[in-house]
């Protein structure tokens, strides 16, 4: 019950001297203390569940959830599709989103894995890489550019350009590398998913700018290097550190290694 709660929390706040939760009219809001354990308290509740699942399905993963952020789906879907073999009684929730708001839905507690794309780990995180690879034009096989090996950041400068939106981890690195280079990239749309920009590179709206392990066959695209050896994106497959044993988690990361 509500008075209940108001005393176990009255207790806490009393017993550490802290104040857990602040009051304003009818809102009440996590204090700054709070905030910081709300990652540990999670991972507590989630290991508490586990331990309640373990003790009446001993550990065979015959139940739970996961859920799944990801922003490249050509990187994500078979890994996804293996864990989800091997353990088919586990819930799956999957979500496509760019890398930034991968990383948000972390600090909120919303997700239990990401696929994201940067340099490195984000801060506060573990993970696994799962791919490294160039970011590149990606312009139909009639394309003038299509039958050269390499171009410069010049040449890139006078290409009407394809692109993710602002918060995805590929969009970062080019446009952090052009900046250095000195050039301001011409991007005349943004779109949110790969799929959506290889349809306006066949329609010859413009090329695009992607990972090259994100292009198949399929998407009737030529990856054309630009002439940068900083132009290189590092896909992770990540989770919060206090979550990492956490059985479905684990799990998940144990999938990895499948072939």
């Given at each position: 019950s509500?008075?209940?709660?108001?005393?176990?929390?009255?207790?806490?706040?009393?017993?550490?001297?802290?104040?857990?939760?602040?009051?304003?009219?009818?809102?009440?809001s996590?204090?700054?203390?709070?905030?910081?354990?709300?990652?540990r308290?999670?991972?507590?509740l989630?290991?508490?569940?586990?331990?309640?699942?373990?003790?009446?399905?001993?550990?065979?993963?015959?139940?739970?959830?996961?859920?799944?952020?990801?922003?490249?789906y050509?990187?994500?879907?078979?890994?996804?599709?293996?864990?989800?073999?091997?353990?088919?009684?586990?819930?799956?929730?999957?979500?496509?989103?760019?890398?930034?708001?991968?990383?948000?839905?972390?600090?909120?507690?919303?997700?239990?894995?990401?696929?994201?794309?940067?340099?490195?780990?984000?801060?506060?995180?573990?993970?696994?890489?799962?791919?490294k690879?160039?970011?590149?034009?990606?312009?139909?096989?009639?394309?003038?550019?299509?039958?050269?090996?390499?171009?410069?950041?010049?040449?890139?400068?006078?290409?009407?350009?394809?692109?993710?939106?602002g918060?995805?981890?590929?969009?970062k690195?080019?446009?952090?590398?052009?900046?250095?280079?000195?050039?301001?990239?011409?991007?005349?749309?943004?779109?949110?998913?790969?799929?959506?920009?290889?349809?306006?590179i066949?329609?010859?709206?413009?090329?695009?700018?992607?990972?090259?392990?994100?292009?198949?066959?399929?998407?009737?695209?030529?990856?054309?290097?630009?002439?940068?050896?900083?132009?290189?994106?590092?896909?992770?497959?990540?989770?919060?550190?206090?979550?990492?044993?956490v059985?479905?988690?684990?799990?998940?990361?144990?999938?990895?290694?499948d072939?």
């Amino acid at each position: 019950s509500q008075p209940s709660i108001s005393n176990h929390v009255q207790s806490l706040e009393s017993r550490f001297k802290t104040r857990l939760l602040a009051k304003s009219g009818y809102s009440v809001s996590a204090t700054p203390a709070l905030e910081g354990l709300l990652p540990r308290i999670r991972a507590v509740l989630a290991l508490v569940g586990d331990l309640e699942t373990e003790l009446t399905h001993q550990r065979t993963l015959a139940s739970g959830e996961l859920r799944i952020g990801y922003s490249t789906y050509q990187l994500a879907i078979p890994k996804i599709s293996t864990f989800m073999s091997s353990h088919p009684d586990i819930s799956i929730e999957a979500r496509a989103l760019a890398t930034q708001d991968i990383l948000h839905l972390f600090e909120d507690g919303e997700i239990d894995i990401g696929f994201v794309t940067g340099r490195e780990i984000p801060a506060g995180l573990d993970g696994e890489l799962l791919v490294k690879t160039r970011i590149v034009i990606a312009a139909p096989h009639d394309h003038p550019l299509a039958k050269k090996a390499t171009v410069s950041w010049d040449e890139v400068a006078t290409l009407h350009l394809l692109q993710r939106e602002g918060s995805s981890g590929t969009r970062k690195i080019f446009e952090a590398a052009a900046t250095i280079a000195g050039i301001r990239p011409h991007t005349v749309l943004a779109l949110g998913s790969w799929g959506s920009i290889a349809t306006l590179i066949r329609s010859g709206v413009g090329v695009g700018i992607a990972m090259e392990a994100e292009i198949t066959d399929r998407d009737g695209c030529v990856a054309i290097q630009i002439d940068d050896p900083s132009l290189v994106a590092n896909h992770y497959v990540v989770w919060q550190k206090d979550m990492s044993k956490v059985a479905a988690v684990e799990a998940f990361r144990k999938s990895l290694h499948d072939l």
